[in-house]
């Protein structure tokens, strides 16, 4: 065990690009929740997966592929929506991943960084790119805030007055691409796929508002990520599955019923 | 004479085809009309035609120059599980909490999942009532009421309403005689 690797300079740049993108990603997980797409958001980080190893077969940098592998997904996802829809792009995401694992020895290591998480080796670009997904879904979040609720509570009340939500509903789709694509080229599939599905489960459990569910959420995430941060670089671990174990964990000391997940 | 809100001439609406109509009526601000017919009449579907809802096959919805509608829908989504207060709710759709009954008013901190099933039916009828909207289009409000919601929405519908036009489907004959200003019936 070496606890004092957290206090190395080194990891000070990963360690706030994943901050940013724990506190990011449990806001997008408590609409996605709302909604009854939460299982879309392991889509986008399967597909992210997928087109960061295809853009770094192809020689382009991996966020780029990742970020529109999962803008395609998004669109997909807004075109068809049918829950569907999610569980095609997961396959095809997954099998196109394996195979270029298989076929190609670069991708071989890339694909496991993708899916333990690479977050050690993230660097001032990761951070700049989560800085500015911070700096624009926060405040678009808090636009479509109202459109995404009446979705859910009201749904024909945009129609009723002669307005289409269908624009603003794929615009949340493109953001919630983007910001789990940016997790997965940093975090790792399963661990951004985490963070946007357990937060949001304690705080619909115990947020007394919706508004304070919002806070409660990304309190949780940049909580259960720190701690996850700290367990694996002091233990030597891989980050990813050290962040899943540590967020199923929290759920279970919540004592939230699983039948009602 | 008041204004008149709506001018419907031989309505005919369904989904796949036609399944309700037709159905003529004139509406004017402060009437509120009554739809009554059996089951199966297709009251529900030529309500939502008014805004949109369902396809039209036949006839023609003439409306006012910028009329502003709220529909409250049968049937909601189950809110289980979902943090969100009285308060947030009545904010989407921008109902005020002004005149909501004594037993509810005090209760618009908690969550909706705190509520009573009468209870949050009710605030849900009081979103899409208590808006700023030229027409308001219920159906089946008194459904899932308690007697307490029904015997305050009866009031509240009964008592002059001069800005709005309001058309109500319900089954409950009892609502429809007491705060209908105008009832039209719909054949099966």
């Known amino acids: 065990m070496n606890f004092d690797l957290l206090l190395d300079p080194l990891f000070r740049v990963p360690f706030l690009t994943g901050l940013l993108l724990a506190a990011l990603l449990p806001l997008i997980g408590m609409y996605l929740r709302l909604r009854h797409e939460w299982l879309a958001a392991l889509a986008f980080a399967q597909m992210a997966s997928a087109g960061a190893l295809l853009a770094m077969v192809a020689g382009w940098p991996m966020i780029l592929g990742g970020v ?57 670009g990761h951070l700049l790119a989560a800085g500015i997904a911070c700096a624009v879904v926060v405040p678009l979040l808090s636009w479509l805030s109202r459109p995404l609720l009446l979705g859910r509570l009201f ?10 939500a269908r624009p603003r509903l794929m615009l949340f789709d493109l953001i919630a691409g983007l910001s789990v694509a940016l997790a997965t080229v940093s975090l790792g599939v399963m ?30 995430g940049m909580g259960g990520y720190s ?32 039948s009602r997940m | 004479m008041a204004e008149v809100l709506l001018r419907v001439t031989g309505l005919v609406a369904g989904y796949a085809a036609p399944v309700a109509g037709p159905l003529g009526f004139e509406l004017r601000r402060g009437e509120i009309l009554g739809l009554a017919g059996p089951n199966g009449a297709g009251k529900s579907t030529l309500l939502k035609a008014l805004w949109g809802g369902v396809r039209v096959f036949g006839g023609h919805i003439e409306k006012a120059p910028g009329l502003a509608i709220s529909h409250q829908a049968q049937g909601f989504d189950d809110l289980r599980g979902v943090p969100l207060t009285g ?23 908690e969550r909706l999942d705190r509520l009573s099933g009468g209870q949050l039916q009710f605030l849900r009828l009081w979103a899409c009532l208590a808006v700023p909207a030229d027409l308001i289009l219920l159906d089946e409000p008194t459904n899932n009421l308690d007697r307490a919601g029904v015997a305050y929405l ?18 409950d004959h009892g609502l429809i005689d007491a705060v209908c200003t105008r009832v039209v019936e719909v054949g099966a």
């Open chain 1, 155 to 164: 749904p024909e009340f945009y129609r009723a007055r002669g307005l289409d």
């Open chain 1, 191 to 220: 661990a951004a796929f985490a963070l946007v599905f357990v937060p949001p489960l304690v705080a619909y459990r115990f947020a007394r508002s919706w508004r304070a569910g919002m806070a409660l959420s990304a309190v949780i």
């Open chain 2, 154 to 171: 009866a009031d509240w519908l009964g008592r002059a309403h001069s800005g709005q036009g309001i058309v109500v489907v319900s089954h």
């Open chain 1, 68 to 124: 529109l592998a999962a803008l395609v997904a998004a669109l997909a996802k807004g075109l068809m929506a049918r829950a569907g829809a999610y569980a095609l792009m997961m396959l095809l995401a997954w099998g196109g991943g394996v195979l270029l694992v298989a076929n190609h020895p670069l991708a071989e290591q890339a694909g496991h960084a993708l899916f333990d998480g690479q977050l050690y080796f993230t660097g001032d």
């Open chain 1, 227 to 258: 701690v996850s941060f700290a367990v694996s670089l002091g233990l030597d671990q891989p980050f990813g599955p050290v962040c899943a174990v540590v967020l199923v964990m929290l759920v279970a000391s919540a004592s939230l019923d699983p």
């Open chain 2, 87 to 109: 308060r947030e709710l009545l904010g989407l759709t921008g109902a005020t909490p002004d005149g909501l009954p004594p037993w509810l008013a005090g209760r618009l901190g």
